[in-house]
């Protein structure tokens, strides 16, 4: 696996892993699409659409959004994607019946997932930062507070507008609590199944966000890991 044409591959790892993180630097770096189904449900919240409705009090609680709204929308985006961009799933699948749906629909391209990899980080950690994480409403690149003032930034330095940046309502400590759990219940046996099928590495995800991405390209098998630069 050397570049981005029509590699296809998944992300897992708890809440505040940094999937998200790894995901934009991964996209920038192999130029696969990332798809997000956080990402897509909070684009149906924001622009009002019966499914982002329907959605709505799952995410508040910090639960899954029943496969059977899930499974459609996130199968669709794929769908849409051109076969030579290739992905890269983060958040998705969460369960093993969105993973064997995942599968299925592949297999009837002729298609399959290349390679899963797991970012691990310990449930202290992943609550320190999750009640520390702020992000821009419109790219959602997350940001911290910070170390000095406490404060996060007023204003996204990616987005041409300033995008303002809010905590998101599911990372209050009650609905990271929730997450965590359905996490260790539903998530966990996903690593499970894609162990079975060869595709699972996991990846240390408690180092500086450079050297996660290191190890990511080199489970990926991506030659110059050492030397990537992200400029
Ligand atoms: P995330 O941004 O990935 O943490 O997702 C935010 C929320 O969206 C989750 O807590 C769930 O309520 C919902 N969600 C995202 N992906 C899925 C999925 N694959 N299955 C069910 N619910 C999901």
Known sequence: MTGGSGVRLVLVGPPGAGKGTQAQLLKERLGVEHVSSGDLFRHHLSNGTELGELARAYMDRGELVPDEITIGMVIDHVDQIADAAGFMLDGFPRNTTQAEAL???????????????????????????????????????????????????ARCVDCPDGGDIYQRDDDTEEAVANRLSVYQQETAPVLEFYRQRGLLADVPGERPIDAVHDSVLRVLGVADAGAVSRS
């Open 103 to 153: 599968e299925s629909a592949l297999q009837q391209r002729g298609q399959r997932i290349d390679r899963v990899v797991h970012i691990q980080v310990a449930d202290d950690e992943l609550i320190r930062r999750l009640s520390n994480r702020y992000v821009c409403r419109s790219c959602q690149r997350p940001y911290s507070r910070d170390s000095v003032t406490g404060a996060p930034p």
